[in-house]
């Protein structure tokens, strides 16, 4: 399985863009990079994923490094609900294992 | 409405004895993963299965059984060989590719 490294907390301010990165220096060629989230007392959900090209979604934008050894979740403009843990997960598809670390939990202030 | 559903949301029982969380799942999703998370931690991988009448161990199985003879339901017994069973647990579905997994709301489940 693949290992990840995250900060363990990130602060950012509403509607400042935040860039919460991640480094997977092992993961493999199939393996996708997931983000999921999770708020308090609640299951995670999904956020976006990508293989190789930056990935733009209604919620954030993902960016991949050249060599996939790292990628940052980019939070456009932070909402207070964007208040939560983040995990980012190398994820090669329903067959296998999807392992979460310990995530980077990010707090919003108004 | 298509989802994943557990049941029940808080759910207390006795020491030394077994009880069933239920998560059943209506997207037609072939994988289906269990999670604990305790106070403050990361989710641990209890099992997952990636097809019926089939399952594997993930990295915390010891004192967990589970079984999956329908493709919607995969539902999760914490015996009384679990040492500490206290603990939020989570399930989770995907499809057989390289997409989204969705979450349920997860149990509480404390045994005293």
């Known amino acids: 399985d693949a290992k990840t490294t995250q900060p363990n907390s990130m602060e950012s301010n509403e509607e400042e863009p935040v860039h919460l990165p991640c480094n997977h220096s092992?993961?493999?060629?199939?393996?996708?990079i997931h983000w999921y989230r999770q708020l308090p007392s609640q299951g995670p959900e999904y956020v976006i994923h990508?293989?190789?090209s930056n990935v733009n979604n209604r919620m954030a934008s993902l960016a991949i490094a050249e060599d996939r050894k790292s990628s940052t979740l980019i939070l456009h403009r932070a909402t207070l609900r964007d208040a939560a843990v983040y995990y980012c997960?190398?994820?090669?598809?329903?067959?296998?294992?999807?392992?979460f670390g310990a995530g980077t939990r990010l707090a919003v202030h108004p | 409405d298509g989802g994943i559903t557990q049941s029940p949301k808080y759910l207390f029982r006795k020491e030394g004895q077994n009880v069933t969380l239920s998560c059943e799942q209506n997207?037609?999703?072939?994988?289906m993963y269990w999670y604990r998370q305790d106070p403050g931690q990361g989710l641990r991988l209890i099992y997952y299965?990636?097809?019926?009448?089939?399952?594997q161990k993930g990295d915390i199985a010891e004192g967990y059984s589970v079984s999956r003879e329908k493709k919607e339901s995969f539902p999760l017994t914490v015996t009384s060989a679990q040492k500490n069973p206290t603990a939020f647990y989570l399930c989770?579905?995907?499809?057989?590719?390289?997409?989204?997994?969705?979450f349920g709301q997860g149990t509480r489940l404390t045994v005293v």
């Open positions: 989770a579905s995907s499809w057989a590719g390289n997409t989204e997994a969705f």
């Open positions: 299965s990636q097809i019926v009448n089939d399952f």
């Open positions: 990508g293989l190789t």
């Open positions: 997960i190398p994820f090669s598809g329903g067959y296998n294992k999807l392992i």
């Open positions: 997207l037609n999703h072939d994988a």
């Open positions: 092992t993961i493999s060629g199939t393996d996708y």
